[in-house]
């Protein structure tokens, strides 16, 4: 793909910030006709965590397409924004694990620490380049140790705006013949709004020029609570948008909770009371794996937390993410002796399985093939 010239970055922010004002209008009545259910589908959902991350370097077109291959119901490009107002897909602002900025002497000058959502980070980060800038680096895997078949691809595929996925899954859909939904995740909404570059209005106007996510499954996600009640008062409740709230570890306090001063916890959000108060303005809570399940001090697999059945009483979908294949990441229940750093399909699977007879609606996986696999077997 040829570099954006500057007449051309100033062309689509414009485009941008004037469909800004009736995107969410827009979008609404568009999605209100679509006619997807409301329900849960009988079978829970596979959802390609950051596309097919295990086997491609993640949010490429790569890894979206394997993705999709193998049989993925979502594909989820995690979004930040460049310095000219650009959504693209990377799962943090700081590129210096997942692309080759590094070896660029042109962006050395811009290494710097940031700290972002509490947390002291040293790299480069998307909001200090221009999209034009961005495609000139190419995506890199950043579990090279334990994903060598992804690391194979180093090189091969740029960054990829939030727009580009969208017509990039709608193609792909027109070819097979499916529906295929995005799971899109907006990163460090508090942290993007401090410096004036709010993330919302723009993903709302993106997504409302485009008739595949005006008609197709979005399920916008979120580790915040505030930009998740933003978007419900703008989107109201269209039938094919789902709002999903991110849950980190119990004693985590969401970002933009602390910067409001406050106190309530993931923890508290999942409570019953809490969970009851989620639905008014999500419709899908996900924890991490251990926060449905924990590990015992053996390493295994204890029991269920409550946090499904509380969640399915509150009328809320619950997603649970990540499945990763290698023995590393696997609960020691399902690892073999092959070695950390070993893919454990089968392992994987069966701890996938496991899960799944919790109840869950839907899993994250990096291996979307395996994620099939787990899903189809029940």
Not at 186 to 201: N, Q, W
């Given at each position: ?301 204890g029991q269920p937390r409550a946090i499904v059945a509380d ?36 392992g994987s699977v069966a701890e996938m399985k496991r899960y ?23």
């Amino acid at each position: 793909m040829p570099a954006m010239t500057r007449r051309d970055t100033m062309r689509a922010g414009a485009k941008v910030l004037a469909a800004g004002a009736a995107g969410a209008a827009v979008l609404a009545a568009g999605m209100a006709g679509s006619g997807m259910a409301a329900a849960a589908r009988p079978k829970p959902l596979v959802f390609g965590h950051r596309g097919c991350s295990a086997l491609r370097p993640e949010h490429t077109l790569g890894s979206y397409a394997k993705a999709i291959e193998d049989g993925a119901d979502y594909i989820e490009p995690d979004l930040v924004i460049t310095k000219d107002g650009v959504l693209v897909a990377r799962h943090e602002n700081n590129i210096a694990e997942t692309t080759d900025v590094a070896k660029h002497p042109e962006f050395a000058g811009r290494r710097t620490t940031k700290t972002i959502d509490g947390e002291a980070l040293t790299g480069w980060f998307v909001e200090d380049f221009t999209l034009a800038e961005l495609k000139t680096l190419r995506c890199i895997e950043r579990l090279g140790k334990l994903r060598p078949e992804s690391q194979g691809y180093d090189g091969k595929f740029q960054i990829v705006t939030w727009e580009e996925m969208i017509d990039f899954t709608a193609a792909e859909s027109a070819a097979r013949g499916r529906v295929i939904g995005l799971v899109p995740e907006l990163k460090h909404s508090t942290f993007f709004a401090k410096l004036g570059m709010p993330l919302e209005d723009r993903f709302i106007a993106v997504t409302a020029m485009h008739d595949y996510t005006r008609r197709n499954p979005v399920e916008i996600q979120s580790f915040e609570v505030a930009n998740l009640r933003y978007l419900r008062k703008k989107l109201g409740r269209p039938a094919n948008v789902r709002l999903m709230q991110l849950i980190g570890e119990d004693a985590q306090v969401p970002a933009d909770i602390v910067a409001s001063g406050g106190k309530t916890s993931f923890g508290a959000l999942t409570t019953a009371a809490g969970l009851r108060e989620m639905a008014t303005y999500a419709d899908v809570v996900s924890p991490s794996t251990r926060g449905i399940i924990p590990l015992g001090a053996d390493g295994k697999l204890g029991q269920p937390r409550a946090i499904v059945a509380d969640a399915h009483a509150a009328g809320l979908l619950v997603r649970c993410y990540t499945f990763r294949p290698e023995n590393y990441f696997l609960a020691k229940d399902f690892r073999n002796d092959a070695g950390d750093a070993a893919r454990n399909p089968a392992g994987s699977v069966a701890e996938m399985k496991r899960y799944l007879a919790t109840g869950l609606d839907g899993i994250f996986t990096d291996d979307p093939a395996l994620g099939r696999a787990a899903v189809d077997s029940l």
